[in-house]
């Protein structure tokens, strides 16, 4: 018996090859029906029907990963991208968003708290402004992005651990322009690090929304948890040293991505 001339099994499906390149069903070209016109010569081919892949979207993890980080994506660069997010902008907005309560209880000084407050937010936002147009630019000169957000991790824990040990309005201003550093390099490189971690370019838009969660998320929750390490932990000092803990782990977590200097 002729294989060509047994019927594929229901895992099969059958291509009809024409001479000139051209394939049809063989419903389309009435195959076995001899008042069918001459379609020339043909060759039968069987060809495996390509089976749906079970692993995938086996558990709701996976179906998770899938939906936010996509199949062909690096995952382990992209989690640790997200991790060194999150991580760095708890660690920033647990040393930023209690500063006032700090200085009313943690420094005494509650009737000049709010101009105390205002003028360590203006050192703060110049540093950071200076930062990161200055770190920014000097990131793609040398077309390095790892340095520098180990760099403005390092720089955002010792601001913490200043404030943390020594609890003193002049010694927070230095710590308020470190902090301002560390954080303008952080946003204006770790946004560059991203788009080159996360590189298709056809899921682009998904991935950065998935970036801003990291950063809105950690400055959401951050008030509730420093409230509740003040309160129920360790005052004011473990905010801060929670708060450094927190930035230092935003700079290790890099490390395992090594696509990107």
Not at 66 to 71: D, I, S
Not at 81 to 108: D, K, P, Q, V
Not at 189 to 202: F, G, I, R, Y
Not at 209 to 229: C, D, F, S, Y
Request: glycine share 10%; with cysteine; charged share 15%.
């Amino acid at each position: 018996t002729d294989p060509s001339n047994q019927a594929p099994s229901a895992d099969y499906r059958v291509i009809i090859d024409h001479a000139d390149g051209s394939r049809k069903r063989p419903a389309d070209i009435g195959h076995k029906n001899p008042a069918a016109p001459d379609a020339g010569p043909l060759q039968r081919k069987i060809l495996k029907k390509p089976r749906p892949d079970k692993r995938i979207g086996a558990t709701s993890a996976r179906i998770c990963l899938c939906l936010f980080v996509g199949p062909n994506h690096d995952t382990a660069h992209a989690l640790a991208a997200a991790l060194n997010h999150s991580a760095l902008n708890i660690g920033n907005a647990l040393g930023t968003t209690l500063l006032l309560y700090f200085i009313m209880f943690g420094l005494g000084r509650v009737d000049t708290a709010q101009d105390d407050l205002l003028a360590l937010t203006g050192v703060y936002l110049i540093t950071f402004i200076i930062a990161a147009l200055g770190f920014g630019k000097l990131s793609d000169v040398i077309g390095q992005r790892k340095p520098f957000v180990y760099a403005a991790a390092y720089l955002q824990g010792l601001a913490a651990l200043i404030i943390a040990f020594v609890p003193e309005l002049t010694i927070t201003f230095v710590a308020a322009g470190l902090l301002g550093l560390g954080y303008g390099c952080f946003m204006a490189v770790d946004q560059a690090l991203a788009t080159q971690v996360l590189p298709n370019s056809h899921t682009r838009g998904k991935d950065l929304g998935i970036m801003n969660i990291a950063t809105t998320v950690p400055q959401a929750l951050a008030p509730l948890l420093g409230a509740w390490l003040v309160a129920l932990f360790a005052g004011f000092m473990g905010l801060f040293i929670v708060s450094a803990l927190a930035a230092v782990l935003g700079g290790f977590a890099i490390m395992p991505v090594k696509k990107v200097r």
